[in-house]
């Protein structure tokens, strides 16, 4: 098994768009240097992530994929628990004392390895970072693993010099002293409940109201507003260097303002973006589809649309596997109505927990003919058909950068972190998609910084907002961002080539170890 002395570790929370990017990064690092990585994962995670990690591989590449262990090493079904992180302590002090570990899914012995040099850990893994550090001290590098837009992380947990919200746990912890209110309700607020007026002005990003980093009320898991957001801060500062998630040409400016902050403590910051699977297409795409238990009707109903209906004329609808407008779902349904209205082909994703899709509109798609609900798509091979047009997507860094990739403009429905920053980006800044903006509720429906619009956020208006948006995507003005996304994907997709930004980066960082 050990074909090296280094050994690397790499782990995320229990959301698929943290969770999928590392297990590609993993599969790319043991190609690029002969090193043994252990990924640990849950073994609710353990079978999807074994089967992702399969995309990366041709058959004739097995000797790489031997130097990759998946370990299960709790039961985690969602994001995180006080369990799962005391697992994770477990399996570090076994990984630090160079004692053999078991996985919790297969009964599988991994026999003992040299001790990590580095880690690559979730920015939300708060416990297990501190674990780390308590157990190694500093024999151990921790890189923290930024599975998102560069830009968002500067307001929601960066320094206040950089228009952040800095500590939020030392702020929230003397609020809670000087007015006598619970702690959580104190950072609950601090963490997202956004400062009337004011304006947020960050590298590279069009200036917006802090309101605007909320366009939908969502309920976020209490671990998540209490546990995670107003420590994460804290583990940046404390980390050894950062692994972004990011293709350095999508958001330069933000990219070298991370560079400047971290830099200012001798602390590297690397970028790592697109990260697809690097196996052929055939081998990525028949492991993908064993992912959906809808793949073979996906496959069907893509190659017919593309015989009756044409070349990029489907709409693929997808809020990724955690959102979900759970709130106002009507919104949804009428937007769909519009989809159909309009006799657009489409497939809706509704992956996430809090999705409910009511029998009334599952028997109308149905009499439609022209749709398909899945609980869980193939989304790249969706991305990468023909028939593909467009992407109705709530703009999270993982769909966003497959899209590009792929060449397929999006029409994004933000719910909150780095979504909302991701529409303004693609729908102002580099104009190669749209942002539906009749879909906010809460914080959302207050004025817009950057056009002072305010949005009216009622069905109605909804319904308008899809016709005017629809009608500009399948003609002229869609054509026109198409052509200009093609320039955006060509940069995203060479950032892994001979000169990339990503390849030269995810090499210097191997050498430094």
């Given at each position: 098994m050990a074909v090296s002395q280094k050994h690397i570790v790499t782990h995320t929370t229990m959301a698929w768009g943290h969770a999928r990017p590392l297990v590609h990064l993993s599969a790319r690092l043991v190609k690029l240097r002969p090193i043994n990585l252990t990924l640990l994962t849950t073994s609710a995670y353990y079978p999807r992530i074994v089967t992702e990690l399969a995309r990366s591989f041709d058959p004739e590449e097995e000797e790489y994929a031997k130097r990759i262990r998946v370990v299960s090493i709790s039961d985690v079904a969602f994001f995180r628990s006080d369990e799962g992180d005391k697992a994770f302590e477990e399996a570090w002090k076994a990984l630090n004392e160079e004692r053999e570990l078991v996985c919790t899914q297969t009964g599988?012995?991994?026999?003992?390895?040299?001790?990590?040099?580095?880690?690559?850990?979730?920015?939300?893994?708060?416990?297990?970072?501190?674990?780390?550090?308590?157990?190694s001290g500093s024999s151990v590098k921790v890189y923290a693993w930024l599975p998102g837009l560069t830009y968002a992380i500067f307001h929601l947990f960066g320094p206040e010099k950089l228009d952040g919200k800095g500590n939020i746990r030392v702020k929230a912890e003397d609020m809670a002293d000087q007015t006598g209110r619970p702690f959580e309700e104190v950072v609950q607020e601090l963490a997202f409940?956004?400062?009337?007026?004011?304006?947020?002005?960050?590298?590279?990003?069009?200036?917006?109201?802090?309101?605007?980093?909320?366009?939908?009320?969502?309920?976020?898991?209490?671990?998540?507003?209490?546990?995670?957001?107003?420590?994460?801060?804290?583990?940046?500062?404390?980390?050894d260097g950062a692994i972004l998630f990011t293709p350095e040409s999508y958001e330069p400016e933000a990219v070298a303002a991370f560079r400047g902050w971290f830099a200012e403590t001798g602390r590297p910051?690397?970028?790592?973006?697109?990260?697809?699977?690097?196996?052929?297409?055939?081998?990525?795409?028949?492991?993908?589809?064993?992912?959906?238990?809808?793949?073979?009707?996906?496959?069907?109903?893509?190659?017919?649309?593309?015989?009756?209906?044409?070349?990029?004329?489907?709409?693929?609808?997808?809020?990724?596997?955690?959102?979900?407008?759970?709130?106002?779902?009507?919104?949804?349904?009428?937007?769909?109505?519009?989809?159909?209205?309009?006799?657009?082909?489409?497939?809706?994703?509704?992956?996430?927990?809090?999705?409910?899709?009511?029998?009334?509109?599952?028997?109308k798609v149905k009499a439609y003919g022209k749709g398909v609900l899945s609980a869980w798509t193939p989304q790249q091979l969706i991305l990468d058909h023909p028939a593909t047009g467009w992407f109705v997507a709530h703009g999270g860094h993982n769909g966003v950068t497959e899209a590009i990739s792929a060449g397929v403009p999006q029409i994004l429905w933000p719910f909150g972190?780095?979504?909302?920053?991701?529409?303004?980006?693609?729908?102002?800044?580099?104009?190669?998609?749209?942002?539906?903006?009749?879909?906010?509720?809460?914080?959302?429906?207050?004025?817009?910084?950057?056009?002072?619009?305010?949005?009216?956020?009622?069905?109605?208006?909804?319904?308008?907002?899809?016709?005017?948006?629809?009608?500009?995507?399948?003609?002229?003005?869609?054509?026109?961002?198409?052509?200009?996304?093609?320039?955006?994907?060509?940069?995203?997709?060479?950032?892994?080539?001979?000169?990339?930004?990503?390849?030269?980066?995810?090499?210097?960082?191997?050498?430094?170890?």
């Open positions: 599988t012995v991994f026999p003992p390895l040299p001790k990590p040099q580095a880690v690559i850990l979730d920015f939300f893994a708060i416990d297990p970072f501190n674990s780390i550090k308590a157990i409940v956004p400062q009337e007026g004011l304006v947020v002005r960050i590298p590279g990003m069009a200036p917006m109201y802090a309101h605007e980093y909320f366009p939908q009320e969502f309920d976020f898991p209490p671990d998540l507003a209490t546990k995670i957001f107003p420590r994460v801060y804290e583990t940046l500062e404390s980390a910051a690397y970028v790592s973006g697109p990260l697809l699977p690097a196996a052929s297409k055939k081998t990525a795409k028949e492991s993908e589809k064993k992912l959906s238990k809808e793949s073979v009707e996906i496959q069907e109903f893509l190659d017919n649309t593309l015989k009756t209906s044409g070349e990029k004329s489907l709409i693929y609808c997808s809020f990724g596997s955690i959102f979900w407008p759970a709130r106002s779902p009507e919104k949804l349904w009428a937007f769909l109505d519009v989809v159909m209205e309009l006799n657009h082909p489409f497939i809706l994703s509704h992956a996430s927990p809090l999705a409910v899709v009511p029998d009334e509109i599952r028997e972190g780095d979504q909302p920053l991701n529409a303004v980006h693609i729908a102002d800044q580099l104009q190669i998609g749209y942002e539906l903006i009749e879909v906010r509720t809460g914080h959302g429906l207050k004025p817009i910084y950057r056009n002072s619009r305010k949005p009216v956020g009622t069905v109605d208006a909804v319904k308008a907002e899809a016709r005017e948006v629809l009608g500009k995507a399948f003609g002229e003005d869609g054509a026109k961002k198409r052509e200009r996304l093609q320039a955006v994907s060509e940069a995203v997709n060479g950032e892994w080539e001979d000169g990339g930004s990503s390849k030269r980066d995810m090499l210097a960082f191997l050498d430094s170890l």
